[in-house]
């Protein structure tokens, strides 16, 4: 065994524990904010194409989007910096609102499922559907990511707001497999239950909150300017 | 010193099969269980770990003189998260869906045991070219651990080598290879056949006490 | 069934038996399980039965092979792996492919029963493990369900049965859900009588509620089953399962309903009491079975599955060490402070 003799433990002295702890300390401080430095504007980069890819792909139609988010008197204005549950407003390439991308997230059956889906505000229906972040079982839960007929649904799910446009007219809702008989309704995963109704009810969440907003003050958000192309 | 007498190839060596990390020392059990569900996923988190092993092993070598024993382990705690946090940052930069299949795994790399009981038992009583060589050696044998428990839980869990798929249509996944508990299946299997092998070379026990006086030097 | 020995054997006590042996054991579970079998066969088919044959095959010739391999006399002539396998096979879904019902079977009696140490040494009942890992491995497939009583069912042989080995199976018979999945995810209870009859789908084995307490009974009757573990579940899981309807009667289903439906009756009379992984005395099997029933009343009603007395009782299987070391019997003359 190397380990120093007792008498030698005696001689190491304060100053020299706080000679390395704070050396150390500095040398790893320095060198933390030098890799972040290094890396801050790739990883913001990646962060952005990520999401936008995601947001491309729920809603192919739009070639710019928008943030927005709610002000504090409950109105709708151009967000100035990405919120956790980020909601975008999609253009074409003339300029016009065609749709919405809302972020929600709620409780699967093995841990929160975050979705992103698009609105279309000339149909009134969700269109697209993609799965963020899911911890659900594979080959059951994860089956509502891939299986044809569930993401069928999200050729055109009803999501219609009530007269005074203050709320859905119809809460979204998942049915079991092969019973969906309403535009509204989802047509579930059999062997998915769970994660098929978390999902209703995920939708069904994120509208209620969003789309009476949307559809209330949606379209006098300024567009962005098409430079950005 | 025995260790002394040890040449340098034999010090890169040892990780690889004699004391390999994860079927032989049994370390590092958590991302070997939890992240090895692909071959890819494996791959990625034994890559980040030897890069950590390297880093840690020679600046805690370096500084072997500089570090009183009294403050040692909180020393190499905070060597080791430092490059901990800097592999995080460089694989966002990388690929932010590597960063989000490897997840919370990659900050536990602090955690791994390893890690710190090369930068104990090794680094810190040799010099930087032997920690070096240590650290690779141990590094390289994580990754080869880990790759092979991914590749059996990749094909069986997903019919898949890499994303690609290995059978035709209809091939039956077998889910529980994917999930946590096949990590143990795949890993105690794995660990049926080294143990087999190292019985019939025979020289398990020579090397069992070659292993403790090691440790005891 | 005395026998001569040229040697003089020398063991340690006790050296009183009651001249069982785990053959005549055997031989009695085996009849206690017949109706329950042969009612399974009736109900399910010729599917039905593969399933439980290529389950008892394949538990045999683990055990088999195994004792080969490691150069141990074989002990499947005591038959506690046959009866291993054929309950195996009675908890299985009745169209399950069969190279799923081996790879079960094998993985059962490997890791549960031969790696703790065979036959007396298994911490875990090896067929719940069998299963628990088909549950795992292939969820989809064994939460499958067929149609009892279908048309043609003994000379059809339903193409999901003889899936090739690693291939996903193809379903063509007619489906249905357990009474538990009706429960759980449309709130609808399946009437006591049809439940106690077997007249409702589940595993091979596991419908019939009132041949398997037959069995029980006679077991019980023959002294080769403790009768506190299933007495004290089903005590458990009824009055649990009373004063939650009493409560609200629309969400939660009846005693009746609960005590007949999945595998409760069939897990409480012959997995629970299992005899090398419950607890030795009588009060500890007490705990034990208000263990498993109280597990199995909350896996049921809040957990994520419909049915929970395969993980209840391996559970219970996980604790039962500790409950034995808890209530250890006092050492004849020594008072109850005296340790």
Redesign the interface.
């Known amino acids: 065994m190397n380990a120093p003799a007792p008498i030698q433990q005696k001689r190491t002295s304060a100053w020299s524990m706080y000679r390395a702890i704070v050396g150390i300390g500095a040398f790893c401080a320095l060198l933390i904010v030098t890799v972040y430095e290094a890396t801050a504007e790739r990883i913001a980069d990646n962060k952005a194409r990520f999401l936008s890819n995601a947001v491309a792909e729920v809603l192919p139609a739009s070639r710019s989007t928008v943030e927005v988010t709610l002000n504090a008197d409950g109105s709708l204005v151009a967000a100035t910096e990405p919120a956790d549950l980020p909601v975008f407003l999609g253009y074409d390439e003339n300029g016009d609102l065609i749709g919405a991308v809302i972020t929600a997230q709620g409780m699967g059956y093995a841990d929160n499922i975050r979705v992103l889906y698009a609105y279309s505000f000339g149909r009134k229906v969700i269109v697209g559907f993609k799965v963020l972040e899911s911890k659900e079982t594979p080959g059951l839960g994860d089956k509502v990511e891939i299986e044809p007929h569930f993401l069928a649904n999200f050729e055109g799910l009803d999501a219609r707001l009530n007269e005074d446009g203050t709320a859905l007219a119809n809460a979204i809702v998942t049915v079991k497999q092969g019973e969906k008989t309403e535009p509204w309704q989802l047509d579930g995963i059999t062997g998915a239950t769970i994660t098929s109704d978390a999902i209703g009810a995920i939708l069904n969440q994120g509208s209620s909150a969003w789309l009476p907003v949307l559809e209330r003050d949606g379209r006098a958000i300024q567009p962005p300017q098409p430079t950005q192309e | 010193?025995a260790l002394k007498q040890v040449s340098p190839t034999d010090e890169f060596i040892k990780g690889l099969w004699r004391d390999n990390p994860v079927f032989i020392q049994v370390l590092g059990m958590c991302p070997a269980l939890a992240v090895s569900n692909t071959a890819i996923n494996a791959l990625a988190m034994g890559l980040a770990t030897t890069f950590v092993l390297l880093m840690a092993g020679l600046s805690v070598s370096l500084?072997r003189s500089?570090?009183?024993?009294?403050?040692r382990i909180?020393?190499y705690i905070?060597?080791i998260?430092?490059?901990v946090?800097?592999v995080d940052?460089?694989i966002?930069?990388i690929?932010?869906?590597l960063h989000?299949a490897l997840g919370a795994f990659i900050a536990l790399i602090v955690v791994n045991c390893l890690i710190l009981g090369r930068a104990e038992a090794f680094a810190s009583?040799n010099n930087p070219g032997r920690a070096l060589l240590d650290g690779l050696g141990m590094g390289v044998g994580f990754t080869f651990a880990l790759f092979f428990i991914g590749v059996v839980r990749e094909i069986l869990?997903?019919g898949t080598l890499f994303g690609v798929d290995m059978?035709p249509d209809?091939?039956?996944?077998?889910?529980?290879?994917?999930?946590p508990?096949g990590g143990f299946f795949a890993m105690a299997m794995w660990l049926l056949v080294v143990n087999w092998i190292r019985q019939r070379e025979g020289g398990a026990e020579k090397q069992a006490n070659e292993r403790s006086r090691e440790v005891?030097? | 069934m005395a026998r001569l020995s040229k040697y003089l054997e020398i063991g340690s006590s006790p050296h009183v038996t009651d001249g069982t042996s785990t053959d005549v054991i055997m031989l009695n579970v085996f009849l206690a399980l017949l109706p329950v079998t042969a009612f399974a066969i009736y109900a399910f088919g010729s599917g039905a039965a593969l399933v439980i044959m290529v389950a008892t095959v394949s538990c045999v010739l683990t055990e088999h092979w195994l004792c080969r391999w490691t150069g141990k006399p074989s002990t499947i002539g005591d038959w506690s792996v046959a009866i291993t396998g054929l309950l195996y096979g009675l908890i299985l879904p009745p169209d399950l492919p069969l190279w799923m019902v081996f790879v079960g079977g094998v993985f059962g009696v490997a890791v549960a029963k031969f790696l703790f140490g065979g036959l007396g040494m298994n911490a875990f009942n090896a067929a719940l493990v069998g299963r628990a890992f088909l549950q795992a491995a292939f969820p989809q497939p064994m939460t499958h369900w067929q149609m009892p009583f279908a048309e043609g069912r003994f000379e059809h042989i339903p193409t999901s049965v003889l899936a090739m080995p690693f291939w996903e199976p193809t379903y063509d018979a007619v489906t249905t859900a357990t009474p538990l999945a009706l429960m759980k995810f449309e709130g609808q209870f399946a009437a006591g009588r049809e439940l106690m009859a077997g007249l409702t789908s589940g595993s091979v084995g596991e419908t019939c509620g009132v041949l398997i307490l037959l069995g029980g009974i006679y077991l019980v009757a023959r002294k080769m089953m403790n009768w506190r573990i299933p007495a004290s579940i089903f005590l458990t899981v009824a009055a649990m399962t009373w004063a939650f309807q009493l409560y609200d009667p629309v969400t939660y289903p009846g005693p009746v309903f609960m005590l007949f439906s999945g595998g409760l009756m069939l897990g409480a009379v012959f997995m629970a009491t299992d005899m090398v992984a419950s607890p030795i005395t009588n009060a500890g099997c007490w705990l034990y079975g208000m263990l498993i029933g109280l597990l199995v009343v909350v896996i049921r009603f809040w957990g994520g599955m419909p049915e929970g007395v395969m993980y209840a009782i391996l559970l219970a299987n996980a604790v039962s060490p500790h409950i034995d070391r808890l209530i250890q019997p006092r050492v004849f003359g020594t008072g109850r402070g005296s340790r």
């Open positions: 010193m500084l500089f570090i009183p024993r009294e403050a909180v020393s905070c060597i998260a430092t490059f946090t800097c940052y460089a966002m930069a690929s932010i869906e989000r009583k869990g997903s059978f209809g091939f039956q996944t077998w889910t529980v290879m994917v999930l508990s005891a030097s």
